[in-house]
């Protein structure tokens, strides 16, 4: 008999027609339903490897081996003329089953888990995040167009009434990724519809800016566009570009909200460069950052007086360095003064009133601060630094349950947003609820494991539980070059409570030492004492706290590491200078 009269009567070619069925179709049903169950695609590719290596290894087996009745045998030793007619039915009915269940799968991962989870997310359709925009300019220090871009168009769109637009960290959190299902990824954990995303090239004085607006869903462009011009042009971009995305989404707007996308926070272009170096240098959250921005802000102002986002941009940036790198109080004085200027050129908008409620918090004005920050959320709900810090002012207050509600609204906001996961941690410690304080603050360390003050949550979490060494082990990770810091006592507070007097001293020392080169907190020093049992001294601390209306004040009446001073006539009397009669 010929070659091929043997690989049919081995039934050679039944095995691969049925291999080659089941396996395409079982490829396609698993390439349905893993993505779903958010399998890494590796997983797939592999499987599909294996499927393909398997097919000449299943024609060997068939050409050596016969299933029969009595087990598996060699071929040469089965008459497979007797066993045709049966085998042939086997390899059928395997061909039919095999490609049933594939099929099967096939469908159920296009339209029925697809359909479940699309359900169940509930997507809004009037949704989208700003991916951060690519530099594609030969000069890399070129990135602060491309980030400020980005920055520029999430603000513009946050305050489209009806467009849900998930806050910078979030959408920033996805920089220099570019995944094969990156799409899928920003719309499952920002829980948007939609993603724009773009470019900026710069070459000389002329500027290519590239966007495009993509539906998560498919993965489908809604629409693209390029835009050619001069540097200067820049403000035109951000506008144009906002409009389009909105008729994209189909948001209805009136004529205030066309306005305000039509609106520039400067008609200066070099000023708005300088605007934006200074946001990207604000945005480094360092001592060295901060100088810069303020630099590049004020030059911003010298070439236009009357731009408001450049005063808050040095308001904010203030805010940030009271207490941290210079005494709260001389702080204070420059953050009023700038948020003040940025209302009397703009007062609808947000970013202003939010800056001025900084300043008046941080001088104690408790109601009026709330008041302006209800304001800015009024101008623009998608603000979620000022659900944040609003949720920070309640919780001094002693109003945890209202401080967790707004922070959890500025972490649907911002869902990747650390700090407002950390926030949550806090809530819950000074709500007393430590267990739930430890689990949020290891979610937030899953999400940045540099969170020095995650594991500062920790540690005080655990000294109430009684784990004193697990407290010190992860107070000893919270030590940062950041000596400002409010949190920096607290080691010293823990070796004092184990009974390590030395170490406790040590740590004043240490404290001692800084406090010559640059600020550190007073609370910090208080601390120490507190743990030390030496009361007087720690409210001598507090007072200089108070007189420099350092922010760790807002939490002397909820923070439990004062338990201890509670009751004491000075205590009570410094709570009442800096709270009031607030509820």
């Known amino acids: ?121 509930e997507l809004p359709a009037k949704s989208i995040a700003v991916l951060p925009f690519v530099n594609m300019s030969a000069d890399k220090n070129d990135e ?66 590239t966007a495009q607006l993509i ?43 066309t306005r305000a996308l039509a609106k520039k926070p400067t008609e200066n272009p070099e000023a708005h460069r300088l605007y934006l170096l200074g946001r990207y240098e604000f945005g480094k959250y360092t001592q060295a950052g901060w100088n810069n921005a303020i630099r590049y802000y004020e030059q911003a102002l010298k070439l236009d007086p009357n731009y408001a986002l450049a005063y808050c941009g040095l308001a904010d940036n203030y805010a940030y360095m009271g207490s941290v790198v210079m005494p709260e109080k001389e702080a204070i004085a420059k953050e009023k003064e700038f948020a003040q200027k940025a209302l009397e050129l703009d007062p609808e908008l947000a970013e202003a009133h939010m800056s001025i409620a900084l300043a008046l918090i941080g001088a104690f004005d408790w109601q009026n601060g709330l008041k302006e920050f209800d304001r800015a959320l009024e101008l623009n709900p998608n603000l979620a630094f000022a659900y ?90 919270s030590k940062t070059p950041d000596p400002g810091a409010w949190y920096q006592g607290f080691l010293g507070y823990a070796y004092a409570i184990s009974g390590d007097r030395p170490k406790a001293e040590q740590s004043l020392r240490e404290l001692e030492e800084l406090a010559k080169r640059q600020y550190v907190s007073p609370t910090a020093f208080a601390t120490i004492h507190l743990g030390l049992g030496e009361k007087e001294k720690a409210l001598d601390w507090l007072e200089k706290a108070y007189e420099q209306r350092d922010s760790a004040c807002w939490y002397l009446k909820i923070d439990q590491i004062y338990d201890s001073v509670r009751n004491e006539p000075r205590f009570q009397a410094l709570v009442q200078k800096i709270f009031g009669s607030n509820p």
């Open 1 to 121: 008999m010929s070659f091929f009269s043997e690989l049919k009567r081995r039934n050679v070619y039944k095995v691969a027609i049925a291999y080659i069925v089941a396996g395409w179709a079982l490829a396609q049903g698993i390439a349905q339903v893993f993505p779903v169950f958010d399998v890494p695609n590796w997983i797939v590719r592999l499987i599909v490897l294996l499927i393909v290596v398997g097919f000449p290894v299943a024609l060997v087996l068939a050409w050596a081996f016969e299933l029969t009745p009595e087990g598996i045998k060699r071929a040469e030793d089965v008459d497979l003329a007797k066993q045709s007619r049966r085998k042939s039915r086997a390899w059928i009915y395997i061909v039919i089953v095999g490609a049933l269940l594939s099929v099967g799968l096939f469908m159920l991962g296009r339209y029925g888990f697809r359909e479940k989870i699309s359900a169940s997310s």
């Open 388 to 477: 944040e810090v609003q949720a920070w002012t309640v919780n001094g207050l002693g109003r945890f349950d209202e401080a967790i509600a707004k922070t959890r609204k500025a972490v649907e906001l911002d869902p990747l947003n650390p700090f407002f996961q950390m926030s949550l941690s806090f809530f819950q410690y000074w709500a007393r609820q430590y267990d739930d304080a430890i689990a949020q603050a290891r979610k937030t360390l899953e999400m940045d494991p540099n969170s020095a003050i995650s594991h500062v949550l920790l540690g005080l979490s655990f000294l109430k539980k009684g784990d004193t060494a697990g407290a010190i082990v992860e107070l000893q990770k």
């Open 215 to 257: 539906n998560v869903s498919d993965g489908y462009h809604i629409w693209s566009k390029d835009y050619d011009g001069d540097v200067k042009d820049i403000l035109n971009f951000q506008s144009n570009v906002a409009e389009q995305v909105v008729q994209a989404l189909q948001v209805k707007l009136g004529g205030d909200e």
């Open 144 to 209: 602060y167009l491309s980030d400020g871009m980005t920055e520029e168009l999430i603000n513009v769109l946050a305050k489209v009434p009806g467009l849900r637009v998930p806050g910078r960290t979030s959408c920033f959190a996805f920089k220099g990724k570019n995944e094969e299902d990156i799409f899928r990824k920003v719309g499952d954990q920002l829980h948007v519809g939609t993603v724009l995303e773009g470019s900026v090239r710069k070459a000389g004085d002329k500027l290519r800016v």
